[in-house]
């Protein structure tokens, strides 16, 4: 009998990981800034977690959080991109590496990642079976 691994538990899995990690995951060349007459830096994908905000929409209180560092609500509308609201509590947004620093001394922030595209090493015909394993 061939078990089927759904994406879900490897997406809690992920991210409870990632939450417990270090704050020191945004690495220093996050926090670098262009040097005078270079070009300006370019802004990311980062994935911020933050507290659950009580008695207050999730969405509301990330734009609130995001509108901190970059002036304005709009700014902040422009730039989120997903509010996550289920296995872990943040939102993703394109910020530079000077808006990340900012944000992560934001009350309610908790840690600051960029984002990452990671590729499994198994897929749809990899799966072996053997003795003790999956059949």
Do not use: C, W
């Not at 296995?87 to 990452?116: D, Y």
């Amino acid at each position: 009998m061939l078990r089927i691994i759904t994406i879900a538990p490897l997406l809690i899995l992920l991210l409870s990981i990632s939450t417990f990690s270090s704050s020191l995951a945004v690495s220093m060349a996050d926090r670098e800034v262009a040097v005078e007459g270079g070009e300006p830096p370019k802004a990311e994908v980062h994935i911020i977690y933050t507290e659950k905000p009580e008695g207050d929409e999730p969405e509301a209180f990330h734009l609130r959080t995001l509108a901190t560092v970059l002036g304005s609500e709009e700014a902040a509308k422009e730039s989120l991109l997903y509010v996550y609201k289920n296995a872990a509590t943040g939102f993703s947004a394109k910020l530079t590496p000077e808006q990340v620093a900012q944000l992560s001394n934001q009350p309610g922030v908790l840690q600051v990642v960029r984002e990452m595209k990671l590729q499994l090493h198994s897929g749809p015909g990899k799966l072996h079976a053997g003795p003790g394993r999956l059949h």
